[in-house]
C-alpha cells in the first residue's frame, strides 16, 4: 500500500499495464468491498495500487485530481465531476445509518452553541444543514471542524456544546457518556422517504468509457464476493480497524454494505439527486449540470 505522492495530480492517468490508483479509507465497509479486488480475486479485475485515507482527505484528493479511482463523500460531488465519473456501484447509502448530533447533557437548545463537524464538504454536514434548516433556522452558532475521532471527546469533555459524528460513532458514543440529540438520517428519510446517500465511488474520466465500465463491473464483483465469503474479508478489515472490536466492525459493515453498494439503482440516483439539489437549493453547493451523474 503506497502513501500519497505529493506530485500525484500531475501524473497521467494510470495506462492499462498500469496499477490503478485508488484511494480509500480504512473503515470496515470499505475495506470490505475492495478485499477481493485489491487482493487479486477478481477476474479481469484491473491491478490496484491502494492508499488508505480518510473521506475528508480523499474528497480533497479528488477536487485537486489526484488519484484514478477513490471514494469520496456526495457531497463533493458538485466540485469533481467534469473530471470524475460515479461509478454505480461500491459506494455507501442506506437506512438508519445517518450522522448523529451528540451533547453531553440530554435534549440542549444548540442556539448560539458551537457545533463539531467532520468536514464543510462532507455528506454529513449537507444533512446536518438541511436539519438544522428545519429544526434551527438561523440559530446555529460556530462550526468547528474536527477529525471525526476527536469529536466525541471533545463534547465530554465540555470544550464544544456538540458534535456531529459518523462511521461507528453510532455504536460507541454511549461509551463516552453523550446523548443523542438528533438523527440526520432519521430526519432525512422521513421528510424524502429516500435512503441516506453516504460515501461515492468515483473514476477519472480521461480513463475512457470501457474501462470505466470495467471498474464498475469490477467494484461489483467485488462486493459480491466479500457476501459470498465475509470470513476472507476479515483479515483485511481488522488490519486496518483501528483497534475497533471486531463486533463493532460487523455491525459496520452491516449498515453500511447493503443493496445499494451493489448497485445504486432508480432509488440510489434519486437520493443522490436529491441531497445535491436539496443543498443546491440552501446555496450549500453548486447546482448539478443535468446529465451530471450520468454513468457513462
Given at each position: 500500500?503506497?502513501?500519497?505522492?505529493?506530485?500525484?495530480?500531475?501524473?497521467?492517468?494510470?495506462?492499462?499495464?498500469?496499477?490503478?490508483?485508488i484511494a480509500y479509507s480504512p473503515c470496515p465497509n470499505d475495506t470490505f468491498v475492495f478485499d477481493a479486488w485489491a487482493h487479486g480475486r477478481i477476474p479481469g479485475g484491473p491491478a490496484l495500487d491502494v492508499t488508505f485515507a480518510d473521506i475528508d482527505v480523499t474528497n480533497g484528493m479528488a477536487e485537486r485530481g489526484e488519484?484514478?479511482?477513490?471514494?469520496?463523500?456526495?457531497?463533493?460531488?458538485?466540485?469533481?465531476?467534469?473530471?470524475?465519473?460515479?461509478?454505480?456501484?461500491?459506494?455507501?447509502?442506506?437506512?438508519?445509518?445517518?450522522?448523529?448530533?451528540?451533547?453531553?447533557?440530554?435534549?440542549?437548545?444548540?442556539?448560539?452553541?458551537?457545533?463539531?463537524?467532520?468536514?464543510?464538504?462532507?455528506?454529513?454536514?449537507?444533512?446536518?444543514?438541511?436539519?438544522?434548516?428545519?429544526?434551527?433556522?438561523?440559530?446555529?452558532?460556530?462550526?468547528?471542524?474536527?477529525?471525526?475521532?476527536?469529536?466525541?471527546?471533545?463534547?465530554?469533555?465540555?470544550?464544544?456544546?456538540?458534535?456531529?459524528?459518523?462511521?461507528?460513532?453510532?455504536?460507541?458514543?454511549?461509551?463516552?457518556?453523550?446523548?443523542?440529540?438528533?438523527?440526520?438520517?432519521?430526519?432525512?428519510?422521513?421528510?424524502?422517504?429516500?435512503?441516506?446517500?453516504?460515501?461515492?465511488?468515483?473514476?477519472?474520466?480521461?480513463?475512457?468509457?470501457?474501462?470505466?465500465?470495467?471498474?464498475?463491473?469490477?467494484?461489483?464483483?467485488?462486493?459480491?464476493?466479500?457476501?459470498?465469503?465475509?470470513?476472507?474479508?476479515?483479515?483485511?478489515?481488522?488490519?486496518?480497524?483501528?483497534?475497533?472490536?471486531?463486533?463493532?466492525?460487523?455491525?459496520?459493515?452491516?449498515?453500511?454494505?447493503?443493496?445499494?453498494?451493489?448497485?445504486?439503482?432508480?432509488?440510489?440516483?434519486?437520493?443522490?439527486?436529491?441531497?445535491?439539489?436539496?443543498?443546491?437549493?440552501?446555496?450549500?453547493?453548486?447546482?448539478?449540470?443535468?446529465?451530471?451523474?450520468?454513468?457513462?
Amino acid at each position: 500500500m503506497s502513501p500519497t505522492s505529493p506530485d500525484s495530480s500531475q501524473q497521467p492517468p494510470a495506462s492499462p499495464s498500469q496499477p490503478l490508483r485508488i484511494a480509500y479509507s480504512p473503515c470496515p465497509n470499505d475495506t470490505f468491498v475492495f478485499d477481493a479486488w485489491a487482493h487479486g480475486r477478481i477476474p479481469g479485475g484491473p491491478a490496484l495500487d491502494v492508499t488508505f485515507a480518510d473521506i475528508d482527505v480523499t474528497n480533497g484528493m479528488a477536487e485537486r485530481g489526484e488519484f484514478d479511482v477513490l471514494k469520496v463523500s456526495y457531497a463533493v460531488l458538485p466540485y469533481v465531476l467534469d473530471t470524475y465519473a460515479l461509478l454505480p456501484c461500491g459506494g455507501a447509502l442506506g437506512r438508519g445509518c445517518g450522522p448523529l448530533v451528540l451533547t453531553r447533557e440530554p435534549g440542549v437548545d444548540l442556539t448560539g452553541r458551537t457545533v463539531a463537524v467532520p468536514s464543510e464538504k462532507s455528506t454529513a454536514y449537507l444533512l446536518f444543514r438541511l436539519w438544522a434548516a428545519d429544526a434551527l433556522p438561523g440559530r446555529i452558532g460556530e462550526i468547528v471542524v474536527l477529525p471525526f475521532h476527536e469529536i466525541m471527546p471533545a463534547v465530554r469533555d465540555g470544550r464544544i456544546d456538540a458534535g456531529l459524528v459518523i462511521h461507528e460513532a453510532r455504536f460507541t458514543y454511549q461509551n463516552y457518556g453523550l446523548h443523542k440529540l438528533a438523527d440526520m438520517g432519521e430526519h432525512w428519510e422521513r421528510t424524502t422517504g429516500l435512503p441516506i446517500p453516504l460515501g461515492a465511488i468515483i473514476a477519472k474520466r480521461s480513463l475512457g468509457r470501457e474501462r470505466l465500465r470495467v471498474l464498475a463491473e469490477s467494484a461489483r464483483a467485488s462486493v459480491r464476493a466479500a457476501w459470498d465469503d465475509p470470513e476472507a474479508s476479515r483479515p483485511y478489515v481488522l488490519e486496518h480497524a483501528q483497534e475497533m472490536d471486531p463486533k463493532v466492525a460487523d455491525q459496520h459493515i452491516g449498515l453500511y454494505v447493503n443493496e445499494f453498494t451493489a448497485d445504486l439503482g432508480e432509488e440510489g440516483y434519486a437520493a443522490v439527486r436529491g441531497l445535491l439539489t436539496r443543498a443546491a437549493a440552501e446555496g450549500l453547493v453548486p447546482a448539478l449540470a443535468p446529465d451530471a451523474l450520468h454513468f457513462p
